[in-house]
């Protein structure tokens, strides 16, 4: 059974940044399209960050509104993904979570979630 636990949330000033971590346990990450998603109460969990498999170049995506400011990575030998964000603005305020691709379609295997809040 695969699992993922995100860690690395918190409170943090408006221009600053944050490092989120997606550890898997039960699976190998680099065979997996991995990908950040959000969610704010009472709204939908939205993707905003793609990693590729490692057999499909590993290629990645952003959503619009977070393009040049977040970095997805992978860490193989740690089996971790990570969101790497920075000029955080108020509107990131949100919970993360990490999922395989395959299973967020599916509605399936979604951990518990890292909060971050953004505000002064």
């Known amino acids: 059974q695969v699992q993922f636990v995100e860690s690395g949330g918190g409170w943090v000033q408006p221009g600053g940044s944050l490092r989120l971590s997606c550890v898997a346990s039960?699976?190998?990450?680099?065979?997996?399209?991995m990908a950040w998603y959000r969610q704010t109460p009472g709204g939908q969990r939205d993707m905003v960050a793609r990693l590729q498999s490692l057999n499909r170049d590993s290629s990645i995506d952003y959503a619009d509104s977070v393009k040049g400011r977040f970095t997805i990575s992978r860490d193989n030998a740690k089996n971790t993904v990570y969101l790497q964000m920075d000029s955080l603005r108020p509107e990131d305020t949100a919970t993360y979570f990490c999922?395989?691709?395959?299973?967020?379609?599916?509605?399936?295997?979604w951990g518990q979630g890292t909060q971050v809040t953004v505000s002064s």
């Open positions: 999922n395989r691709e395959l299973y967020a379609n599916r509605g399936d295997h």
């Open positions: 039960g699976g190998n990450l680099k065979l997996f399209t």
